[in-house]
């Protein structure tokens, strides 16, 4: 399994708890759009979850950039390296 | 399978006993933003399903408002959790941005229809108070605050909790702050400490300490500047579980889910080694590392017996080791007169912790355990789930600040009586050594000599009515919990009769050991609380007090005298009280619930004429 689909695994598993909902129902693409939990709340929960879990602080413009869990990946990814 | 799987299907399975352990064992090993997400819909679902049994504490209610001047909503799934972890059910209701002001004006709004039992005013001066942040700014925000807690207690008898403030990140004069008298530095330690005397000459008005929070974890981590920028959250994502816990300290004694004894090892926790092997002069107990880590652990435990908690051991030794290294250990702090119970041998910790909660006569739900072994800690959890165990770190050094931070030991009043109750039981000891030597029980209760005073609750007695109330569980007819403001609103009515009583005997004071809120309405009188503390249940108190009442609301006219009996996991102890003395069922409800009627024109409960009552009509 790549690093990138580890990390996207992990971020769909932390997005569940969060959001409430089945991992098994988040994909990638899944976010504010099709997610019905999905709300500006849930949305910094998650954000801050995240920042806990990875050990990671976003700009504020990336925060508001993540329209979905694979975005969300990808920006968590680039404060990794 | 994962465990939140597992949970799920259990759920699903209706095995909701089984589905609440993984929940727990969930936030355990894991607390944080995410598992608080998980665990909170699963409890929320459990709250409607699941049977009283399946949750190992009852699950109590707490309504909390948050009036609030910053982005709070990443904190309340925590302290959800939290709360949940604890059987405690908590319902919030979240102020409008930056209205706190407005809110706690406003005894119509939504605010007060939420009907909350505690308010939180959750402040950040850069929203709330910018004026703290200028010279001189201090008085004006302090009236600002004053202001808002007295207009919220106009029209609520809630608790209130607020936040004090930490200094700016940065000072605009820099250096040149300090050489001011009215510097900003100056103005925020004015601030603060106006806010303890402010909390201090109220009632039920308490200060969160957020500065010191923020200043024990750093002020440079604890903070997160770009998301107070963007969406006014000032907290960093690592500071949200500790900033949850801080406000745990309050809810733990605020929902009356406080420990009332300490249970405690022996070996590598109270000192190091093994006293079996090591013998007393091997164990590590001193002033001096490595033995000064175990003598802090004691130094705590030695605070929280000042506090009103009772020690007891737990510990697999044999008894003699034990007790001399107890007795004779030059280094010990806590000695044979400290704790309440012993149990030393070579049985499991499960059983000792229930054989101390009967010694006690307290529920095992009351009982903290402190063990540095896990295996023991985990035969705990699993056989008395009701007990809270404390989960020690592998190091000796973080025992004592461990131990100190745990919620469930705070209490937000201490009464005299707290401040005895180690002797007390003490005495109790020699009450029960009484007890075996004479014959009958009667012969029992004459020899006791006791004496009951009935005092209206004045404000000497009101901190300690209100905690009889929120602390009784046994001997408690209605088990209503009410704030100090709430029994002084009731004392103070003409309609109601108030009265805690006191109890004394030839072996010492009891103190105020009960509590009766009678209300009169025409011929009819309803006692809306009636309890009686562990300690003097079974030695006729409760039949002169009841006695008493029923001649006193007869003298007032009265021909009924009614009350319900309401059942809790933990009240059978007085289930038959109103049937023993003549009562008659008049109704039931649902959940159990028995009304109970006498006729007081025809005949009064008799008032056992070993005890001798006095009755005094001002503060005595």
């Known amino acids: 399994m790549s690093a990138s689909q580890e990390l996207l695994d992990s971020i769909r598993g932390l997005a569940a708890d969060v959001l409430g909902v089945s991992a098994s129902a988040l994909t990638a693409a899944s976010g504010p759009d099709n997610v019905e939990a999905w709300d500006s709340v849930a949305h910094l929960n998650l954000v801050m979850a995240a920042e806990e879990q990875f050990g990671v602080s976003l700009d504020p413009s990336e925060i508001e950039g993540v329209h979905s869990l694979g975005e969300l990946a990808g920006v968590i990814a680039k404060h990794r390296q | ?620």
Not at chain 2, 76 to 90: K, N, T
Not at chain 2, 224 to 230: G, Q
Not at chain 2, 279 to 299: C, E, K, T
Not at chain 2, 479 to 507: K, M
Request: proline fraction near 5%.
């Open chain 2, 1 to 620: 399978m994962t465990v939140r799987e597992q949970t799920d299907l259990h759920i699903e399975a209706g095995e909701y006993g089984a589905a609440i352990h993984g929940l727990r064992e969930i936030w355990r090993t894991e607390p944080g933003s995410a598992a608080a997400g998980f665990v909170n819909t699963r409890y929320r679902k459990l709250a409607g399903l699941a049977a009283a049994g399946d949750w190992p504490r009852a699950l109590v209610q707490a309504r909390v408002a948050v009036l609030r001047s910053y982005t709070v909503e990443p904190l309340l799934p925590l302290v959800e959790a939290l709360c949940w972890q604890e059987g405690i059910q908590v319902q919030f209701h979240l102020g409008e941005f930056n209205a706190w002001a407005q809110e706690a004006r406003d005894g119509d709004g939504a605010v007060a229809r939420f009907q909350p039992g505690i308010v939180l005013l959750a402040l950040d001066p850069r929203t709330a108070l910018p004026d703290l942040y200028t010279p001189g700014g201090a008085t004006s925000s302090l009236a600002a605050v004053e202001s808002a807690v007295d207009a919220l207690q106009r029209w609520s008898q809630a608790r209130i909790i607020v936040t004090n403030a930490c200094p700016p990140e940065r000072l605009a004069e820099g250096l040149l702050d300090s050489r001011r008298p009215d510097g900003v530095r100056e103005q925020v330690a004015a601030f603060n400490s106006g806010l303890n005397r402010m909390a201090l000459a109220r009632q039920g008005v308490y200060v969160l300490d957020a500065q010191a929070l923020a200043a024990r974890h750093g002020y440079a981590a604890w903070g997160d500047a770009r998301k107070w920028h963007s969406v006014r959250q000032p907290l960093a994502a690592t500071s949200l579980l500790p900033m949850a816990r801080e406000w745990m300290r309050f809810l733990h004694p605020m929902t009356g889910r406080t420990a009332k004894v300490c249970v405690t090892d022996l070996d590598n926790t109270l000192w190091g080694g093994v006293i079996g092997e090591d013998g007393i002069d091997g164990i590590r107990l001193s002033s001096d590392p490595p033995g000064a880590h175990f003598q802090a652990l004691q130094q705590v435990l030695l605070d929280l017996y000042r506090r009103g908690i009772l020690l007891a051991i737990a510990s697999k030794n044999n008894p003699d080791d034990a007790l001399e290294a107890i007795t004779r250990h030059p280094d010990m702090l806590l000695r044979r007169e400290h704790f309440a119970a012993l149990q030393i041998h070579w049985h499991e910790k499960s059983q000792s912790l229930r054989a101390i909660a009967a010694e006690l006569n307290l529920g095992v739900d009351s009982l903290a355990f402190i063990d540095d072994n896990p295996v023991e800690r985990q035969q705990v959890r699993d056989n008395v789930p009701e007990a809270w165990v404390i989960e020690l770190p592998a190091d000796p050094a973080q025992y004592a600040a461990t131990v100190a931070a745990q919620p469930f030991f705070e209490r937000l009043s201490i009464t005299e009586e707290d401040r005895e109750r180690g002797s007390l039981y003490a005495a109790e000891r020699e009450r029960t050594a009484l007890r075996s030597e004479t014959g009958s029980v009667e012969e029992f209760l004459r020899s006791l000599e006791q004496q009951a005073d009935l005092l209206p609750v004045t404000a000497r007695q009101l901190e300690r009515a209100a905690q009889l109330t929120q602390k009784t569980n046994q001997f408690n007819l209605t088990t209503r919990r009410y704030s100090e403001a709430e029994v002084a609103a009731r004392a103070a009515d003409g309609n109601w009769i108030v009265r805690v009583i006191r109890v004394r005997d030839r072996y010492g004071d009891n103190g105020i050991v009960g509590l009766a809120m009678v209300s009169v309405d025409g011929d009819a009188a309803e006692v809306d609380t009636f309890l009686l503390s562990c300690r003097v249940i079974s030695r006729g108190v409760e039949s002169a007090l009841l006695g008493w009442l029923a001649a006193e609301v007869a003298g007032r006219g009265c021909r009924t005298l009614r009350g319900w009996f309401l059942p809790t996991r933990k009240n059978a102890p007085c289930k038959e009280f109103y049937a023993q003395h003549g009562f008659q069922v008049a109704r039931q409800d649902d959940a159990g619930g028995m009304l109970w009627e006498l006729d007081v024109s025809a005949a009064l409960p008799a008032i056992p004429d070993w005890i001798v009552m006095h009755t005094a009509m001002g503060d005595d």
